[in-house]
């Protein structure tokens, strides 16, 4: 007797049922891993000011293969990160610039789930935009959860009208043959168009101290200095710089604005400080 073809062992039942592509149904199953590659994901989370992370930003850190955290760019006291660890229930690993700025976080993300926090709002940082472009170019899928940032956090406890800020100027721990001056440039420039200045200062190899940073900016007649913004033991300082450096000013981080010529309003609210 003839055997019968595989279209009346199809009719019979006898077959494994074929998907749309001609397979056997589960054929891949083994290879399942390989597909799961594909939805990984690069998360950047915003601490916001103060370390104070969204709701989503900690759903995402919950449900993540993998959590790192930066704190070059705002050092960060470890037990504030032991309690973040603690309410996401897994460890946070803390980066070095070398690591953010190189290929670990991506490799990473190449096959696990990945979180990294940053200060702030994420893509405020050149090197942040960055690893969002190189993950896109690897065709890993990025996700950004924005937070507040000192560039508005600092216009706004200043009382300051912030679409009045003209340049934002950095400015450096001294450094051997590395003395820059084009903050102060940048300052300067923006006193002359009438506008505000946001001051940032350099983290590295500590965050400077206020004093000396008005000892840098003693041309400049008035200044806010905010301490530790967003934390609980946050303080701000307004005055003329000669007597600002007298003055108990708070601990690290801190940012300074100096002002241009004030509105009414403006003037009013830094009367209150």
Do not use: W
């Not at 993540?64 to 504030?80: F, H, V």
């Amino acid at each position: 007797m003839a055997k019968p073809t595989s279209s009346a062992r199809e009719a019979s039942g006898s077959a494994s049922p074929l998907t749309a592509g001609g397979y056997p149904a589960g054929a891949f199953r083994k290879y399942k891993p390989f597909f799961l590659i594909l939805i990984m994901k690069f998360v950047l989370i915003g601490s916001g000011v103060g370390f104070d992370l969204t709701v989503s930003g900690v759903e995402e850190l919950k449900s993540c293969d993998e959590a790192y955290i930066e704190t070059y760019t705002n050092p960060l006291d470890r037990k504030e990160i032991n309690l973040l660890e603690n309410k996401i229930g897994k460890k946070i690993a803390v980066l070095e610039r070398g690591q953010v700025e190189g290929r670990f976080l991506l490799d990473r993300a190449a096959s696990a789930d990945v979180c990294l926090i940053a200060s702030g709002d994420p893509l405020t940082a050149t090197t942040h935009i960055t690893l969002v472009m190189e993950a896109r170019e690897r065709k890993i899928p990025v996700k950004v959860i924005h937070n507040s940032s000192v560039y508005s956090a600092a216009p706004a406890k200043s009382g300051l009208q912030i679409y009045r800020f003209g340049k934002t100027a950095t400015l450096v721990n001294p450094r051997p043959n590395y003395q820059p001056k084009s903050s102060l440039d940048a300052i300067r420039s923006n006193l002359e168009n009438n506008t505000h200045s946001l001051v940032l200062l350099d983290t590295e190899p500590k965050p400077m101290e206020a004093k000396n940073a008005l000892e840098m900016l003693s041309e400049f007649e008035t200044a806010v200095v905010l301490s530790r913004l967003g934390s609980d033991d946050e303080k701000i300082s307004y005055g003329k710089i000669k007597d600002l450096k007298e003055l108990e000013l708070g601990r690290p981080p801190f940012t300074i604005v100096i002002p241009a010529g004030l509105h009414p309003v403006e003037q009013e609210f830094l009367d209150t400080l």
